[in-house]
T-cell receptor, first 113, second 116 residues
Framework: DSGVTQTPKHLITATGQRVTLRCSPR?????VYWYQQSLDQGLQFLIQ???????AKGNILERFSAQQFPDLHSELNLSSLELGDSALYFC????????????FGQGTRLTVV | AQSVAQPEDQVNVAEGNPLTVKCTYS??????LFWYVQYPNRGLQFLLK??????LVKGSYGFEAEFNKSQTSFHLKKPSALVSDSALYFC??????????????FGAGTRLFVKA
């Protein structure tokens, strides 16, 4: 168990809908990262938050947004969903330093139908 | 931007034989390199990292990796493979974002099959 909790584990929704994925980082970790894993794109970095502030941005679509709350949990919001958004979405956390490894949650499998 | 490449989609090895999973990197400045493993229906698990110092890094589950600056490589190795090592392995490099944050950039992954 990595200590990172993601909910829900599975999500099935229709095109055009909006969903929210939730992540609770390991106790004490200030950094949260979001990744998307799909068969054709591999593991893609989406965004990083550190202690509530956005710190790094990757290949995140404008339809997607994230935030980190004062209690350090994070949410990834996906809107106007398309079939191609179907993927595994991982959250990871780290203590915050640039040399530390990240600890991954078990992911949320999103299926858009 | 930093990047890593894993030239093999799949590696097959017999149980008890040594295994190598290859990774090459492209970075500006000092490389901060990582290996992660992903078992089916699980998140990624950290195996080991190279920050500085000894070129041979030892990690979890008997894995080690050799950092080679001249060849810009960071290959993952294990002296004797187990069937339970069968999984998806990712090489990764730490990069710095535009606003000073850190992101880990992953390679495409290499699927390791260990046959009994």
């Amino acid at each position: 168990d990595s200590g990172v909790t993601q909910t829900p584990k599975h999500l099935i929704t229709a095109t055009g809908q909006r969903v929210t994925l939730r992540c609770s980082p390991r106790s004490g970790d200030l950094s949260v990262y979001w990744y998307q894993q799909s068969l054709d794109q591999g593991l893609q970095f989406l965004i990083q938050y550190y202690n509530g502030e956005e710190r790094a941005k990757g290949n995140i679509l404008e339809r997607f947004s994230a935030q980190q709350f004062p209690d350090l949990h994070s949410e990834l919001n996906l809107s106007s969903l398309e079939l191609g958004d179907s993927a595994l979405y991982f959250c990871a956390s780290s203590a915050g330093g640039n040399l530390g490894e990240a600890f991954f949650g078990q992911g949320t499998r999103l299926t858009v139908v | 931007a930093q990047s890593v490449a894993q030239p093999e989609d799949q590696v097959n090895v017999a149980e008890g034989n040594p295994l190598t999973v290859k990774c090459t990197y492209s970075v500006s400045g000092n490389p901060y390199l990582f290996w992660y493993v992903q078992y089916p229906n699980r998140g990624l698990q950290f195996l080991l990292k190279y920050i500085t110092g000894d070129n041979l890094v030892k990690g979890s589950y008997g894995f080690e990796a050799e950092f080679n600056k001249s060849q810009t490589s960071f290959h993952l190795k294990k002296p004797s493979a187990l069937v339970s090592d069968s999984a998806l392995y990712f090489c990764a490099v730490r990069d710095i974002g535009d606003t000073g944050g850190f992101k880990t950039i992953f390679g495409a992954g290499t699927r390791l099959f260990v046959k009994a």
